[in-house]
């Protein structure tokens, strides 16, 4: 009963995921001509890594906008999008990995190909963690605002050299349907082609290897996870320490002993699992709320 209860909560996780990115990429234009929708609705940014060059996207993801505000010769701030990352990881968190990220839904679905090897924890995990806040320190803010050109611009560092997602949504549909950028793809697309296929086979036996050890975004929703509005509760007087919660999360997280921690994606795993049910969603703005 336990394990069916927890089934049908991981496939209405995919289905939110997979409607939210449905309408957020829904440009069918886009992807048939080959082209980048350039309307109004590009100003906004959305949660996850919903990249701006995707044929269907209807917004621009915060990671690609902050890099274009901080390589700009004019600009080297955005109240906007720093404001949006604060508020976004002020109410969920991390939530927006496990519930509304594209590239987290890709690498869900690839994890659920059946395989006989599948690697919960690796070898120097606790390292590997912390790549990707080194990828947004480095990639993300130093990079493009000190690193640049004759005329004073910088470039998208991360999004050009790293980033899996655009590639796949972006560089592979346009690749597929515009004729002009065929021509046009070399080395940095042959990169790029290497670490997505790199993470979609690593993606097979190591759940959400890039949210675990790469994305930037996940690395700054994260630093908000202790804090934003949207928690778990632990109660410690119910809790019995069988460690069942860490056995069931797929993040491999010991939410025995770290209910909020950085890592966690709020899958809803370990919530659904606990034998006595010591572990509660927490949002602070119901809690407020009912007080008053």
């Known amino acids: 009963m336990v394990n069916w209860v927890a089934n049908s909560r991981d496939k209405i996780r995919n289905w939110v995921q997979i409607c939210f990115f449905a309408i957020t990429n829904s440009y069918i234009k886009g992807f048939t001509e080959g082209t980048i929708y350039t309307g109004s609705g590009k100003v906004l940014c959305l949660p996850g890594l919903n990249c701006y060059s995707c044929p269907g996207a209807l917004g621009s993801c915060p990671i690609g906008a902050l890099q274009s505000v901080l390589a700009s010769r004019d600009y080297r701030f955005s109240f906007y999008i720093i404001g ?3 508020m976004t990881g002020a109410l969920l968190g991390r939530f927006v990995c496990g519930w509304l990220c594209p590239f987290g839904l890709v690498q869900d679905l690839l994890h659920k190909i059946p395989w006989g090897i599948k690697y919960k924890q690796i070898k120097g995990e606790r390292l590997l963690k912390g790549v990707k806040y080194i990828i ?7 990079l493009p605002l000190f690193v640049l050109d004759f005329f004073g611009q910088g470039e998208p560092w991360f999004c050009k050299w790293i980033c899996p997602s655009g590639t796949l949504m972006a560089g592979w549909p346009l690749v597929i349907a515009n004729k002009g950028i065929r021509e046009i793809v070399g080395f940095l697309f042959a990169w790029k082609n290497l670490i997505l296929i790199s993470l979609i086979l690593l993606s097979v036996i190591i759940y959400r290897p890039f949210c675990r050890f790469l994305c930037p975004l996940g ?6 996870n202790p804090v934003s509005f949207y928690q778990y509760k632990l109660n410690q007087h119910a809790c019995t320490h ?7 999360c797929k993040m491999n997280i010991p939410v025995y002993e770290q209910p909020n921690s950085m890592e966690c994606i709020r899958c809803g795993d370990c919530v659904k699992n606990c034998p006595t049910k010591a572990i509660s969603h927490k949002n602070h703005l119901m809690k407020k709320k009912n007080m008053l």
């Open 242 to 248: 069988c460690k069942k919660c860490q056995y069931v």
């Open 136 to 142: 947004l320190i480095v990639f993300v803010i130093l």
């Open 219 to 224: 690395a700054v929703y994260g630093l908000f």
């Open 84 to 86: 949006f990352l604060m």
